[in-house]
Nanobody, 123 residues
Framework: VQLVESGGGSAQPGGSLELSCAVSGLAFSEYYMAWYRQAPGKDCEEVAGISKDGARTRYGDSVKGRFTISRDNAKNTVYLQMSSLRPEDTAVYYC?????????????????WGRGAQVTVSS
């Protein structure tokens, strides 16, 4: 099983980035997917989650209205569109596959994690 994030990098405050997570080796459409992030000295937090069919999404309070999670089950890929970026969005972002059926996702039911993608927001 592989979850491979791409699209991280640097952006200025107010800018945009899109993360992608390509998944292989599992039945992608049978998993809820989520994006988590961890900033230095802070706990890992769920940024956004999406149901198996993409019909339901859920966002952390700090990113509501700025980030959008989506998935393409035909391409086994989940995306995170990030806009109006702030310096406090700086973190390593991880893609996660959750066998549970709840939003927000639960770390106890996350079966697989990606290796992470660095996002840095600074002027």
């Amino acid at each position: 099983v592989q979850l491979v994030e791409s699209g991280g990098g640097s952006a200025q405050p107010g800018g945009s980035l899109e993360l992608s997570c390509a998944v292989s080796g599992l039945a992608f459409s049978e998993y809820y997917m989520a994006w988590y992030r961890q900033a230095p000295g802070k706990d890992c937090e769920e940024v956004a989650g999406i149901s198996k069919d993409g019909a339901r999404t859920r966002y952390g309070d700090s990113v509501k209205g700025r980030f959008t999670i989506s998935r393409d089950n035909a391409k086994n890929t989940v995306y995170l569109q990030m806009s109006s970026l702030r310096p406090e969005d700086t973190a390593v972002y991880y893609c996660a596959a959750d066998r549970g059926n709840l939003l927000p996702t639960r770390r106890a039911t996350i079966d697989y994690w990606g290796r992470g993608a660095q996002v840095t927001v600074s002027s």
